[in-house]
């Protein structure tokens, strides 16, 4: 019997303590489910923010794609620009010293050919004795390099004993 009237009691208490704090409850729940409605449109907000982002990025993607090609083209056309520059420059130079060389042709088509040829067999042999006298000249070159690389190899053989006579005479006059 105690226990049912334990239990009336605890019920009884129950529901005293439900109607006073029934109003409390309900406004609980109401913040609750108002919370839960804000947070759903929240999580709505955040997935169309998301959706955007990402076609954003993929769009700033290929934006970052084509600025890029753009640096590369403007890069390009500088580049041209000075390869341009630089052969109209080439070609004027090329102009001018094609009238010189035209000047020139004129010049020594006013020449005898007999006495050019004269000279050029003249200048075929002083060519050869420059070449002959240049052959020798490299050869004593040769020579004398050769001479002096080995006087250098035994001056510095000659120091090497200096040294060694130095040392050893060192250690004499310290052993002494």
Do not use: H, W
Not at 48 to 54: A, C, V
Not at 96 to 112: C, G, H, I, N, Y
């Amino acid at each position: 019997m105690l226990n049912t009237k334990s239990l009336e009691r605890v019920i009884a208490l129950e529901d005293k303590l439900r109607t006073e704090y029934q109003a409390q409850l309900d406004a609980k729940s109401a913040e609750i489910d108002q919370g839960i409605s804000k947070q759903e449109e929240q999580r709505a907000v955040i997935d169309k923010q998301l959706e955007k982002i990402s076609t954003l990025s993929t769009e700033a993607t290929a934006n970052k794609r084509i600025e890029q090609l753009n640096r590369e083209l403007q890069s390009r056309c500088e580049n041209l620009q000075e390869e341009i520059t630089t052969a109209k420059a080439r070609l004027k130079a090329l102009q001018k010293d094609l009238a010189e060389e035209r000047a020139e042709v004129k010049a020594l088509k006013q020449f005898d050919p007999a006495k050019m040829k004269k000279n050029l067999d003249a200048s075929k042999k002083k060519l050869t004795e420059k070449t002959t006298v240049s052959d020798l000249l490299q050869k004593s070159l040769k020579k004398s390099r050769a001479e002096n690389a080995e006087l250098q190899s035994k001056v510095k053989e000659f120091e090497a004993r200096l040294a060694e006579l130095e040392n050893t005479e060192e250690g004499e006059a310290a052993a002494a």
